[in-house]
């Protein structure tokens, strides 16, 4: 061979190897964020077409794929689109790749987005055998947790209270596993405008709704935190007993008002707004069915705000747990506050805020002898075929107190509801335990929030359930308490799971 030929032969077999390590390159390290990539149409055009899982509450499909007559093969649609938007989202064209958008809002349809493709690594043998078959590959089932005549509960018990323009959310627990029995969050949409092949009227639809001033793409179970108000005196009393500072039967500071310690700026003076507190000291239980601001403003000056932040990071404050949805907001317990602000923050308020999850997981808390588990949504995965190939096993979060102290909490709430101010969630021939709370919003023009938490049977607890009242335009300024408007939603969640 001359060395002309020689030299083109070198050259040519070092194109081809160039040749060989770019599409090894592309095809092996760069395959998935080429794959995942939003300019990519044609992969997005087959992640579009494509019949992904169901998601199912029971057996029942909340969200699934229909055949379709248009370019696209399937249509996503939701059966019961208000009731469940805040939970399932919706599954379009933009967000038709799971790599499209890592830090906007996520709901199952993102989140469980492997395994309703049909990607998820628990279904290749799925995947192979449809290769095999010269089949379409389909997606894998989602199984929520949620009870669906809770749901439905929470739903209409919330949206007759609060009315059109009100705000507000519904948070149900099984107590022992931390399943997510209901989920409700008003105002909501329908996400089958934002599911349309018709991509003009998507766009046309997304913008009505976050130019929406009620915020209808807002999950407020989870994204939004209010001062939880008398709700998370429960909380303070929790550290008072756990610490022994009081048992359930010890009398507790009392009187019609309390001058918290003075410092810098601060005037300080609680009161009780009428309540009957005694005038000096009562018993514990007193305190906790009148909501005395007073003692509970004390016990917070009393186990100071480092114990009482201790207290609310041990039932989930200050941290993030719910992975089922994002993005969760932290309820937030105050750092370095001086001790007028424990006093405040005793009676949840000050810079304390909490989301209606937290909440339900400090009543679940106490229900579950004082361990708090992790929440969640999803209960299984399946396959296309519905057979289930995994299932979400229950994780302890914390031992928030002791079963001793969870027990004497539990004889104080159900007081509460029996001869306090949570009667609004009694049930006939049914313990149930609770607590009120009425949240001042801290601007001027802004009623104040309502809160409830229970839970029941208060010796075998089944559900434990958080209600926070945003806004309720129909309702009077007086008239907005937590037991009036959320007692009796909350009983009816209660209801729906019991009976």
């Given at each position: 061979?001359?060395?002309?030929?020689?030299?083109?032969?070198?050259?040519?077999?070092?194109?081809?190897?160039?040749?060989?390590?770019?599409?090894?390159?592309?095809?092996?390290?760069?395959?998935?964020?080429?794959?995942?990539?939003?300019?990519?149409?044609?992969?997005?055009?087959?992640?579009?077409?494509?019949?992904?899982?169901?998601?199912?509450?029971?057996?029942?499909?909340?969200?699934?794929?229909?055949?379709?007559?248009?370019?696209?093969?399937?249509?996503?649609?939701?059966?019961?689109?208000?009731?469940?938007?805040?939970?399932?989202?919706?599954?379009?064209?933009?967000?038709?790749?799971?790599?499209?958008?890592?830090?906007?809002?996520?709901?199952?349809?993102?989140?469980?987005?492997?395994?309703?493709?049909?990607?998820?690594?628990?279904?290749?043998?799925?995947?192979?055998?449809?290769?095999?078959?010269?089949?379409?590959?389909?997606?894998?089932?989602?199984?929520?947790?949620?009870?669906?005549?809770?749901?439905?509960?929470?739903?209409?018990?919330?949206?007759?209270?609060?009315?059109?323009?009100?705000?507000?959310?519904?948070?149900?627990?099984?107590?022992?596993?931390?399943?997510?029995?209901?989920?409700?969050?008003?105002?909501?949409?329908?996400?089958?405008?934002?599911?349309?092949?018709?991509?003009?009227?998507?766009?046309?639809?997304?913008?009505?709704?976050?130019?929406?001033?009620?915020?209808?793409?807002?999950?407020?179970?989870?994204?939004?935190?209010?001062?939880?108000?008398?709700?998370?005196?429960i909380v303070t009393a929790a550290a008072a007993i756990q610490d022994g500072l009081y048992t359930k039967d010890d009398l507790v500071p009392g009187?019609?008002?309390?001058?918290?310690?003075?410092?810098?700026?601060?005037?300080?003076?609680?009161?009780?707004?009428?309540?009957?507190?005694?005038?000096?000291?009562?018993?514990?239980?007193?305190?906790?069915?009148?909501?005395?601001?007073?003692?509970?403003?004390?016990?917070?000056?009393?186990?100071?705000?480092?114990?009482?932040?201790?207290?609310?990071?041990?039932?989930?404050?200050?941290?993030?747990?719910?992975?089922?949805?994002?993005?969760?907001?932290?309820?937030?317990?105050?750092?370095?506050?001086?001790?007028?602000?424990?006093?405040?923050?005793?009676?949840?308020?000050?810079?304390?805020?909490?989301?209606?999850?937290?909440?339900?997981?400090?009543?679940?808390?106490?229900?579950?002898?004082?361990?708090?588990?992790?929440?969640?949504?999803?209960?299984?995965?399946?396959?296309?075929?519905?057979?289930?190939?995994?299932?979400?096993?229950?994780?302890?979060?914390?031992?928030?107190?002791?079963?001793?102290?969870?027990?004497?909490?539990?004889?104080?709430?159900?007081?509460?509801?029996?001869?306090?101010?949570?009667?609004?969630?009694?049930?006939?021939?049914?313990?149930?335990?609770?607590?009120?709370?009425?949240?001042?919003?801290?601007?001027?023009?802004?009623?104040?929030?309502?809160?409830?938490?229970?839970?029941?049977?208060?010796?075998?607890?089944?559900?434990?359930?958080?209600?926070?009242?945003?806004?309720?335009?129909?309702?009077?300024?007086?008239?907005?308490?937590?037991?009036?408007?959320?007692?009796?939603?909350?009983?009816?969640?209660?209801?729906?799971?019991?009976?």
């Open positions: 061979m001359n060395r002309p030929i020689r030299t083109l032969s070198v050259f040519c077999l070092l194109l081809f190897l160039a040749l060989m390590l770019n599409a090894t390159y592309l095809q092996y390290w760069r395959a998935d964020s080429l794959d995942h990539d939003s300019r990519n149409k044609r992969a997005v055009d087959a992640a579009f077409s494509q019949e992904r899982g169901a998601i199912l509450v029971g057996r029942t499909p909340v969200a699934r794929s229909v055949a379709s007559n248009d370019q696209y093969d399937f249509q996503r649609t939701y059966s019961r689109p208000f009731i469940y938007a805040p939970i399932t989202g919706w599954f379009n064209y933009y967000n038709a790749q799971s790599g499209s958008c890592t830090s906007c809002q996520q709901f199952v349809e993102q989140t469980e987005n492997d395994v309703l493709s049909g990607t998820d690594d628990r279904l290749f043998v799925n995947r192979l055998v449809d290769l095999l078959t010269n089949k379409q590959s389909k997606g894998g089932n989602v199984e929520l947790t949620i009870n669906a005549a809770a749901q439905r509960a929470a739903y209409t018990g919330l949206k007759n209270v609060i009315g059109p323009g009100g705000q507000g959310a519904v948070v149900a627990l099984q107590p022992r596993t931390g399943k997510v029995l209901a989920m409700v969050s008003l105002p909501s949409f329908d996400p089958n405008q934002l599911a349309d092949h018709d991509l003009t009227k998507v766009n046309a639809a997304a913008k009505r709704l976050q130019a929406d001033p009620n915020q209808p793409l807002v999950n407020r179970a989870i994204q939004t935190r209010l001062p939880p108000g008398s709700t998370f005196k009187g019609a008002t309390y001058q918290l310690p003075l410092t810098t700026g601060s005037t300080g003076l609680i009161d009780n707004e009428g309540r009957d507190c005694g005038t000096d000291r009562i018993p514990f239980a007193q305190a906790l069915e009148n909501s005395c601001n007073t003692t509970f403003a004390r016990l917070g000056v009393e186990l100071g705000a480092d114990r009482l932040r201790q207290q609310a990071e041990a039932f989930g404050f200050n941290q993030t747990y719910f992975s089922d949805l994002l993005p969760q907001v932290e309820s937030n317990f105050p750092k370095d506050a001086n001790k007028p602000q424990a006093g405040q923050s005793g009676i949840g308020q000050y810079e304390v805020a909490a989301t209606p999850l937290q909440m339900a997981m400090v009543a679940a808390g106490i229900a579950n002898d004082g361990k708090v588990m992790k929440p969640y949504l999803v209960d299984s995965v399946q396959s296309p075929e519905f057979e289930q190939i995994e299932t979400t096993e229950p994780q302890a979060l914390d031992q928030a107190v002791s079963a001793s102290t969870a027990s004497q909490l539990t004889d104080l709430m159900v007081s509460t509801v029996d001869d306090g101010t949570a009667s609004p969630a009694a049930i006939p021939g049914i313990e149930v335990a609770g607590k009120t709370g009425t949240a001042q919003s801290g601007i001027a023009d802004v009623p104040p929030y309502a809160w409830f938490v229970s839970f029941a049977p208060a010796d075998d607890p089944q559900v434990a359930v958080a209600v926070m009242i945003q806004k309720a335009p129909g309702v009077e300024r007086g008239e907005i308490a937590g037991g009036l408007l959320g007692g009796p939603i909350a009983k009816a969640v209660m209801e729906a799971i019991i009976r």
